[in-house]
């Protein structure tokens, strides 16, 4: 089953079962785009693998198209009150009868992963597997009981540099924490992103790969 769900009164999501009614959760941060329909659809895709997918719509319906709309989205967001409502997704996902672990995942993708990292700060006792596609995020990490993956673009110039990424790993690894990063070659941001002309098949399907046999690991 794939439906809109309300996750609080002002908060709507994105919810994706497996076919066989029960999985592991795994929550879904979209970019600045909003939730479009590659996010949806990426729900679908981890559906497939076996998992419960929640993505929350952090812009309320509000899609951009170009990135000037997506500048002026990320402008307006406040990022306490998305902070919140990630975690509210996040315990509405947790309490979710599919659910058929306790573990919890979260893939975060551009915007999406700095409130990953939040997340993962803010609800240790479940989130268990955090994965980041081209975006970092700063706070402290010592207090997070997660696995980190990352998948970044070898030529970024949206903010995800080598020295970023790299800082973030430092500081991952410095919390004591499991962390396995990748660049990956020849690539720009939203290389994951098929309806973006920064679409890169390889890179995409290599990252994705890695994904789920890292969710499939952590969330079992």
């Not at 309300?6 to 600045?32: E, F």
């Not at 509405?92 to 990292?117: D, P």
């Amino acid at each position: 089953m794939n439906t809109q769900v309300a996750i609080s009164d002002s908060l709507r999501g994105y919810l994706a079962l497996p076919g066989s009614g029960k999985g592991a959760g795994v929550l879904m941060l979209h970019a600045w785009w909003g939730l479009n329909e590659f996010f949806k659809r990426t729900c679908d895709r981890l559906a497939l693998e076996g998992f419960v997918a929640l993505a929350p719509d952090l812009f309320h319906e509000v899609i951009a198209r170009a990135i000037e709309e997506a500048k002026r989205l990320r402008l307006g967001l406040d990022s306490n009150v998305a902070g919140a409502e990630v975690a509210a997704a996040l315990d509405f996902l947790q309490a979710h009868k599919a659910l058929n672990s306790s573990r919890l995942g979260i893939i975060g993708l551009s915007l999406g992963c700095s409130f990953a990292l939040g997340a993962a700060r803010s609800r240790p006792k479940f989130v268990k597997a955090v994965v980041l596609f081209y975006g970092t995020g700063g706070g402290r990490l010592e207090k997070t009981d997660a696995a980190f993956l990352g998948h970044f673009a070898e030529n970024d110039e949206w903010g995800a540099g080598v020295q970023k990424v790299n800082a973030l790993k430092e500081r991952i690894q410095s919390a004591n924490r499991p962390v396995e990063f990748y660049f990956c070659d020849k690539t720009e941001h939203w290389f994951f992103e098929e309806d973006r002309p920064e679409y890169d098949e390889r890179a995409a399907r290599l990252s994705w790969e890695r994904t789920i046999q890292f969710l499939r690991a952590q969330l079992k």
